[in-house]
T-cell receptor, first 112, second 114 residues
């Protein structure tokens, strides 16, 4: 199994909603990542988890709250988002210290 | 600081043409990795290649080839005999050996027309 699975594929939410994005991998990777990608732009790193602990937070607003409940799962909890947060959210994973990231297909988020 | 520049925003070719995607990078790190990723319309970033900074051997994989020139800080990607399925956004990326951050270029949208 060499896949990173993200759900849902599409999400529309209002500014007062609370929602969560989910990411799962079964490759034994202990590093997991959240990236944000606006249209026609490269992905931007948001968070990195290493061994289920948050190791990098790229100064992301607190309305985005990551969680890594176990070595296979990564969540991104969303609350009180703004329309400018609309983007493709990509999850990735890798072995610790290894360079090759495996990406999921992303969640296309629209905030109304 | 690291920077990756992909000067070609969009390229359009006809099927079977060869096409080269340019990538120039800047880094103060003495050791680093360079990557190419493909992003088709489905959204998933697909890993194509990784190159260590101390390994300047060029690489060929089927119709794909990569030319790494440390002297000019370039890591160019050539697709030979392009196909419609090659249509995608291609990202060049850089990462320090000791780091976790992957710095992406702005991407090149390649369209291969039948």
């Amino acid at each position: 199994d060499t896949e990173v699975t993200q759900t849902p594929k599409h999400l529309v939410m209002g500014m007062t909603n609370k929602k969560s994005l989910k990411c799962e991998q079964h490759m034994g990777h202990r590093a997991m990542y959240w990236y944000k990608q606006k249209a026609k732009k490269p992905p931007e790193l948001m968070f990195v988890y290493s061994y289920e602990k948050l190791s990098i937070n790229e100064s992301v607003p607190s309305r985005f709250s990551p969680e890594c409940p176990n070595s296979s799962l990564l969540n991104l909890h969303l609350h009180a988002l703004q329309p400018e947060d609309s983007a493709l959210y990509l999850c990735a994973s890798s072995h610790i210290g290894r360079e090759k990231l495996f990406f999921g297909s992303g969640t296309q988020l629209s905030v109304l | 600081a690291q920077k990756v520049t992909q000067a070609q925003t969009e390229i359009s070719v006809v099927e079977k043409e060869d096409v080269t995607l340019d990538c120039v990078y800047e880094t103060r790190d003495t050791t680093y990795y360079l990557f190419w990723y493909k992003q088709p319309p489905s959204g998933e970033l697909v890993f194509l290649i990784r190159r260590n900074s101390f390994d300047e051997q060029n690489e060929i994989s089927g119709r794909y080839s990569w030319n790494f020139q440390k002297s000019t800080s370039s890591f160019n990607f050539t697709i030979t005999a392009s196909q419609v399925v090659d249509s995608a956004v291609y990202f060049c990326a850089l990462r320090a050996t000791s780091g976790s951050r992957l710095t992406f270029g702005e991407g090149t949208q390649l369209t291969v027309n039948p």
